[in-house]
T-cell receptor, first 114, second 115 residues
Framework: NAGVTQTPKFQVLKTGQSMTLQCAQD?????MYWYRQDPGMGLRLIYY???????DKGEVPNGYNVSRLNKREFSLRLESAAPSQTSVYFC?????????????FGQGTRLTVV | AQSVTQLDSQVPVFEEAPVELRCNYS??????LFWYVQYPNQGLQLLLK??????LVKGINGFEAEFNKSQTSFHLRKPSVHISDTAEYFC?????????????FGKGTKLTVNP
């Protein structure tokens, strides 16, 4: 089982460029999440999808959009990248919505915006 | 509001020594509490969780944590660490926001185990 797969693993963007981070899970999970991790800040929730067909803002949604393409896939888009979006991005999934369920994480995408 | 405070950003220890990573949370309601581990260049992996019941929770790799409601703490412990335990550890708590519950993470504690 691959679990949660993120692509790409590394990316360098110029300010103003756009890109989409891809995430797919093969565990038949209903809920999916995007986090960003910055030094000394822990993980902060950008967007989440509690179930297929729904998406909601998390703690730091500005500058991002998401698409829950189907049950397996949840993409994160940066329309106009800014240096402040330099970070490590993690996708996660859980069987269902609710904080008592374990979240499984991908290996991350390291994004640098210059 | 619910938040998580990890009191130490870095903890260096020697191999086979005991370790305690501290976590305090603020909440006015019942909470679910978690510890995740992140090995270098990897994603996060669940170590253990407290949902209800016994306050002493055992997780993977010999770690355990104790839920202390009166002190609003959920400290992580291991009696004897190995080099392979070198990683960053995150405490997390459920948070009620906009009618939904979400995980809120602490800022992390980097554990370095030295030979």
């Amino acid at each position: 089982n691959a679990g949660v797969t993120q692509t790409p693993k590394f990316q360098v963007l110029k300010t103003g460029q756009s890109m989409t981070l891809q995430c797919a899970q093969d565990m038949n999970h209903n809920s999916m999440y995007w986090y960003r991790q910055d030094p000394g800040m822990g993980l902060r929730l950008i967007y989440y999808s509690a179930s297929e067909g729904t998406t909601d803002k998390g703690e730091v949604p500005n500058g991002y959009n998401v698409s829950r393409l189907n049950k397996r896939e949840f993409s994160l888009r940066l329309e106009s990248a800014a240096p402040s979006q330099t970070s490590v991005y993690f996708c996660a999934s859980s069987l269902r919505w609710g904080s008592n369920t374990e979240a499984f994480f991908g290996q991350g995408t390291r994004l640098t915006v210059v | 509001a619910q938040s998580v405070t990890q009191l130490d950003s870095q903890v260096p220890v020697f191999e086979e020594a005991p370790v305690e990573l501290r976590c305090n949370y603020s909440s006015s309601v019942s909470v679910y509490l978690f510890w995740y581990v992140q090995y270098p260049n990897q994603g996060l992996q669940l170590l253990l969780k407290y949902l209800s019941g016994s306050t002493l929770v055992k997780g993977i790799n010999g770690f355990e944590a104790e839920f202390n409601k009166s002190q609003t703490s959920f400290h992580l412990r291991k009696p004897s660490v190995h080099i392979s335990d070198t990683a960053e550890y995150f405490c997390a708590v459920s948070k009620l926001q906009g009618g939904s519950e979400k995980l809120v993470f602490g800022k992390g504690t980097k554990l370095t185990v030295n030979p």
